[in-house]
């Protein structure tokens, strides 16, 4: 089995690395001060930053994955995550930089709820952020500023003044995602048809539907990525959220059963519906009318 560094605060890690504590709510480590280090599997009861060296070569785990880290790399870690590379006992030398800080740090900022719209820390590993070395050289000097920060007294302005770097580089990696979807633009559009793809396989195969309607989260899995990520790539090609295609998609799939013949009830359990009083309101709230209404303007055009 595995052994698990568990890291409840941000000074479990610099206990692991030998780096001093200089806040108990976070720590910035310069990898080429600490180095050599041993690896560590870590849980995480934290968030944590953690950008490359020029000189790293590392084989990381994140979740149940697996990802080169080469340069120009930033993976952001969120509580109750697992990643890293498990402790052999070998020290290696590392160079770039983490920032690990406890949530608590957040309290009574703006940040404290905002971050759970950077949908990035829900990533998978394959879906790290890819910086230019212009990009990197802005994180890295924010990161510095940040890390002098912490040599100051602490006083009543500390916490939000390090809360504010924090919120800077976060937003600054969301510009750099938004490039990287921008610049991906063949890859993103190959996403979007092997989603349609699949969402076209999932209502021709009856014995599928059996296990309910699916989520983002189902079809993410089919495609092998992070529902966050899904969804983020289906907005920037389309400008909808993933969900609400599938829901196009169902409504669709259900004007055609009801123009077959089958009625409301029947449609709803055979696309997986538990009860039809749920597909009726999806279905009026995506056309504007209910399944009865929609059969009895189709039979008025008819015998017109």
């Given amino acids: 089995m595995s052994k698990i560094l568990k890291i409840n605060t941000p000074s479990d890690y610099n206990a692991w690395v030998g ?37 790293m070569d590392m084989d990381l785990v994140y979740g149940t994955g697996k990802y080169d880290y080469s340069e120009g790399t930033l993976i952001c870690v969120a509580p109750g995550q697992l990643g890293g590379k498990e402790d052999t006992g070998e020290l290696f030398n590392l160079s770039g930089w983490a920032v690990l800080f406890h949530p608590d740090l957040l ?18 590993i394959n879906e790290a952020l890819h910086m230019s070395e212009e990009e990197r050289d802005v994180i890295v000097s924010i990161i ?3 890390d002098n920060e912490l040599k100051f007294p602490s006083d009543e302005m500390q916490n939000r003044i390090i809360a504010g770097f924090i919120n800077l580089i976060l937003r600054y990696a969301q510009r750099f995602y938004n490039r990287q979807f921008i610049s991906r633009t063949i890859v993103n559009n190959n996403i979007l048809s092997r989603f349609e793809e699949s969402l ?22 089919r495609l092998n990525m992070s529902a966050s990520y899904l969804s983020d790539v289906i907005r920037k ?59 009895a303007g189709k039979h008025d055009k008819k015998s017109r």
């Fill in 19 to 55: 780096k001093p504590d200089s806040h108990k709510l976070i720590s910035v480590i310069d990898y080429s001060e600490v180095s050599p280090v041993r690896y560590s599997l870590n849980q995480y009861d934290v968030y944590g930053l953690f950008l490359q060296g020029k000189e």
């Fill in 107 to 124: 309290q009574g900022t703006g940040l404290e709820n905002e971050i759970k719209n950077f949908s990035f820390f829900d990533y998978r």
């Fill in 144 to 146: 510095r500023q940040l």
């Fill in 200 to 221: 076209k396989q999932h209502f021709n195969d009856d014995t599928k539907l059996a296990g309910g309607v699916p989520t983002v989260q189902y079809f993410a899995d």
């Fill in 237 to 295: 090609v389309t400008g909808e959220t993933a969900g609400n295609l599938i829901r196009q998609h169902i409504v669709q799939v259900a004007k055609n059963r009801l123009a077959g013949g089958m009625n409301s009830s029947e449609v709803a359990y055979s696309l997986g519906f538990e009860y039809p009083q749920h597909f009726a309101r999806m279905f009026k709230k995506i056309t504007g009318m209910t399944p009865t209404q929609y059969v």
